[in-house]
């Protein structure tokens, strides 16, 4: 153990913390900031956000009084506990020094030292809202080079607005739009070009929406990664891609003036209430919902049979959309949770969902069979899972079709070939339909009720939005009328034994 100080601690946050620690101890402090009873409930949901650090080695950034120090160093076979507060890290010290295997370091992060590659997982706790954006950008490129490849990187910030004691006077924090980090961490690459972080997932700590009624603390699990190849030109990452594209704001708003409130995928509430109901749902059970978009099968399932969904989407967009959607429909985070992720490579622990549920998603993953894998593994024995997906015909496309799938980034299978993964992937009892007679009738009934309610789009929309929204839709008949683009069904079950 040791205890390293310097003086590049930054003079406005000291100033900050000197002032009011007049009004009682450290501890009193930071119980005032973030009530006890708060913290007994947010502490487990945060530790259960991290990957698996046994035995790895461990930067702690913003360590503060150690609320987080402990938990760590008990799986960790080292923790270097950083923060750039001298009274904090002595209280930590105090309170922790007896565990073996801590470094207790006051330094001013953005001036810290590390060798390269020697770091398995960072944890940062409320410490980038209290730097500026060049610090952040800086500080993300530093951590990179810390991590190992293929180490992970937590963060958690408050973003937005202040969350906590508004009453304390000047508060040197930078409250930023999620938007903002992700852009950060997006922009990066190594030195050499090599590296880079992916998302893993991020969502809204859960805590703070059940007791405050917050969406403004935000936490993400990125990993150290090869840079591949951009996905297109000017963005930098696939969901910069779906963000920057097909899913930004207006488009999500779009097809949501389309499909119905708080939906985003074929049929809106009509298909949901049919695909729905071949699940039979059981009050208490937990549900993945892949690709969930604004929420809309998520808070009809939660609503209406009383199961827990979780959602993972990878497009901010629509995240930030579903979580303003929940509030509108009174559904709270006991019945639906929201995350920005990546289904290939998010992990739940094993057996974690009685159903797994997505609607016209997995059309953006090319390796279908890997997820199909992946998703088995997270169902309970006897676990049900329900897909309805973009499809294509069998054989040669035409070049148009051919463009229309590459400017997607679409992945099609034939309705046959789709369901013989499910099978591979080893569910049983798998029912492989072509909807594409219903699809075609959706569409149909779409397009009539927009021409109908033309003069209701134009309330929310322009003219040049309704001809763009009306074009795509017949687009999109005609190529089902063609045969080319297909839809698909697919229900399939995990074995009980």
């Given at each position: 153990m040791s205890l390293y100080l310097t003086t590049d601690t930054r003079q406005a946050m000291l100033d900050y913390w000197k002032e009011h620690s007049k009004e009682g101890s450290v501890q009193e402090m930071m119980l005032d900031t973030c009530a006890e009873e708060l913290t007994k409930e947010e502490l487990p949901e945060i530790l259960s956000y991290l990957p698996d650090f046994r035995g790895k080695t461990v930067v702690e950034l913003g360590a503060g009084i150690g609320r987080f120090t402990a938990e760590l160093a008990r799986k960790a076979k080292k923790v270097i506990a950083v923060d750039f507060i001298e009274d904090f890290i002595r209280q930590n010290m105090k309170s922790n020094q007896q565990m073996g295997n801590i470094d207790f370091v006051v330094a001013d992060v953005t001036r810290m030292n590390i060798p390269s590659e020697r770091v398995d997982f960072i944890f940062s706790n409320w410490l980038l809202m209290?730097?500026?954006?060049?610090?952040?950008?800086?500080?993300?490129?530093?951590?990179?080079?810390?991590?190992?490849?293929?180490?992970?990187?937590?963060?958690?910030?408050?973003?937005?607005?202040?969350?906590?004691?508004?009453?304390?006077?000047?508060?040197?924090?930078?409250?930023?739009?999620?938007?903002?980090?992700?852009?950060?961490?997006?922009?990066?690459?190594?030195?050499?070009?090599?590296?880079?972080?992916?998302?893993?997932?991020?969502?809204?700590?859960?805590?703070?929406?059940?007791?405050?009624?917050?969406?403004?603390?935000?936490?993400?699990?990125?990993?150290?990664?090869?840079?591949?190849?951009?996905?297109a030109p000017g963005v930098q990452s696939w969901p910069d891609f779906l963000d920057k594209q097909q899913y930004s704001t207006r488009s999500i708003l779009q097809y949501e003036k389309i499909f119905g409130r708080t939906f985003v995928s074929t049929g809106g509430l009509e298909t949901t209430e049919e695909f729905v109901d071949m699940l039979n749902l059981c009050p208490g059970q937990s549900v993945l919902d892949v690709g969930g978009g604004i929420g809309g099968s998520a808070f009809y399932m939660a609503k209406n049979f009383g199961v827990k969904v979780t959602v993972i989407d990878l497009s901010s967009n629509m995240i930030k959309m579903a979580l303003d959607r929940a509030q509108e429909v009174g559904c709270g985070p006991d019945e639906v949770v929201f995350e920005v992720g990546d289904a290939t490579k998010r992990e739940y622990p094993a057996e974690s969902f009685d159903v797994i549920y997505s609607r016209d998603v997995i059309?953006?993953?090319?390796?279908?069979?890997?997820?199909?894998?992946?998703?088995?593994?997270?169902?309970?024995?006897?676990?049900?899972?329900?897909?309805?997906?973009?499809?294509?015909?069998?054989?040669?496309?035409?070049?148009?079709?051919?463009?229309?799938?590459?400017?997607?980034?679409?992945?099609?299978?034939?309705?046959?070939?789709?369901?013989?993964?499910?099978?591979?992937?080893?569910?049983?009892?798998?029912?492989?339909?072509?909807?594409?007679?219903?699809?075609?009738?959706?569409?149909?009934?779409?397009?009539?009720?927009?021409?109908?309610?033309?003069?209701?789009?134009?309330?929310?929309?322009?003219?040049?939005?309704?001809?763009?929204?009306l074009d795509g839709w017949k687009d999109k008949q005609s190529r089902v009328q063609r045969g080319e683009q297909r839809w698909g069904l697919f229900y399939a079950e995990k074995p009980t034994a």
């Open positions: 209290y730097l500026e954006d060049k610090e952040v950008l800086a500080l993300f490129g530093t951590l990179l080079s810390w991590l190992k490849p293929r180490g992970q990187l937590f963060i958690r910030e408050s973003c937005r607005c202040q969350s906590g004691n508004k009453t304390r006077g000047a508060n040197p924090t930078f409250y930023r739009e999620p938007e903002q980090y992700e852009a950060f961490y997006e922009s990066l690459t190594s030195p050499c070009g090599l590296y880079g972080f992916n998302l893993l997932f991020s969502k809204v700590v859960q805590t703070y929406i059940k007791r405050k009624n917050n969406n403004n603390q935000v936490v993400w699990l990125l990993q150290k990664v090869k840079k591949i190849d951009s996905p059309l953006h993953i090319a390796d279908k069979l890997s997820l199909f894998k992946k998703l088995y593994k997270f169902l309970k024995p006897g676990g049900k899972i329900l897909i309805s997906d973009y499809c294509c015909c069998p054989g040669i496309h035409s070049e148009e079709f051919k463009a229309y799938v590459k400017q997607r980034g679409y992945y099609l299978l034939p309705p046959l070939t789709y369901g013989k993964l499910l099978d591979k992937a080893g569910f049983v009892n798998v029912v492989s339909e072509d909807r594409t007679e219903q699809f075609e009738d959706i569409l149909r009934k779409e397009i009539k009720r927009t021409e109908k309610n033309k003069e209701e789009y134009f309330k929310d929309f322009d003219e040049d939005c309704y001809k763009d929204s």
